[in-house]
């Protein structure tokens, strides 16, 4: 019989939960931790769909990398997500800031769906840098990850040279982009300003705009895998999700 425990525990042992940023609230958020579980749910993020898809097949638990409590919570009121997932019995857990660094985790797995070799990690793993197998034009490699990741409208800066090797850091790792920049001849991330991307043009340096969704979704997803290889007598399932933020 698998528990929430046991894969809480498995988790932990790829992606400690230690590990997570101090402003950070990953782990057993919702439910009971000896439930029984036969029917996982995954996504990036916990909303009410998620919750109502994840009732609507009978899971146990709801798996996200995006917690869905963050700060204090000063009520938990009729059609909120927090609210469906108790009154369903469903339990939650979620994965962030440790599994972003981990080794199975979202910038290991963005590195594969890039398809970038000779990977190493900096900024406290925050960052993998890794080599395309052969360089491209800035506009290629724009187009190429517009296909490797399914986005739609990514945003990057121009520059005459080749590149070669990248750096990624999914979701938001504007803060990493300067010491990237250092070891990399691009820098590949879900979410920058536009103060950014100039202060990064100005200086000579290639960044790309990717989408925090993009950047992540299919990385966390790809977990999918190792947890089905562990736990054989669950089902794990991803609930039907699109980016919330369209683009034209």
Known sequence: MTTVKNIYDYINSVAPYESQEEWDNSGHLVG???KEIKKVVMSLDCTKAVVNFAKDVNADLVLTHHPLIFGGLKNVMSDTAVYNLINSNIAYLCAHTNFDKAGCGINTNLVKLLGLNDT????DGFVVVGSLDSPMSMDDFAEYIEQQLGTVGIRYTDTDKLIKTVAVGGGACSEFMFDALQKADCFVTGDLKYHEMLDASEAGFA???????????LPFLMFKENLEQIFTDVEFVVAPRENPVKTI
């Open 32 to 34: 009971d931790f000896r």
């Open 120 to 123: 190493y990690t900096m900024c």
């Open 207 to 217: 960044v790309v705009s990717a989408g925090h969704f993009e950047t992540e979704n």
